[in-house]
Nanobody, 118 residues
Framework: VQLQASGGGLVQAGGCLRL?????????????MGWSRQAPGKLREVVAT???????TYGDSVKGRFTMFRDNAKNTVYLQMTSLKPEDTAVYYC?????????????WGQGTQVTVSS
């Protein structure tokens, strides 16, 4: 499974961005799709996940500001980010966690840079 993330960029604090992650195969059967981020000098942080039953979880730092959703017909997951803060600056990665599924693997995309200026 190949994942292509896009939509990152430079935005002012308080602004919004929508990230997209297109998969090379159907995501309908993938156990969990997720977004994570990694800022310079920091550990990777899980931002949001969506399970095959559409159960969505969010990291505490983005609750109420970010929304993850999926379009199975387009094999795409999205991360709508609002009220962005400088501390949201990071490289954002999407992943397809199918360790317990058909593929038995966790696939990662290449990342897209999000920079929030103050």
């Amino acid at each position: 499974v190949q994942l292509q993330a896009s939509g990152g960029g430079l935005v002012q604090a308080g602004g919004c961005l929508r990230l997209s992650c297109v998969a090379s195969t159907s995501i309908a059967s993938i156990k969990t799709m997720g977004w994570s981020r990694q800022a310079p000098g920091k550990l990777r942080e899980v931002v949001a996940t969506i399970g095959s039953g559409d159960r969505i979880t969010y990291g505490d730092s983005v609750k109420g500001r970010f929304t993850m959703f999926r379009d199975n017909a387009k094999n795409t997951v999205y991360l709508q980010m609002t009220s962005l803060k400088p501390e949201d600056t990071a490289v954002y990665y999407c992943n397809a966690d199918d360790l317990d599924g058909h593929y038995g693997m966790d696939f990662w995309g290449q990342g897209t840079q999000v920079t929030v200026s103050s």
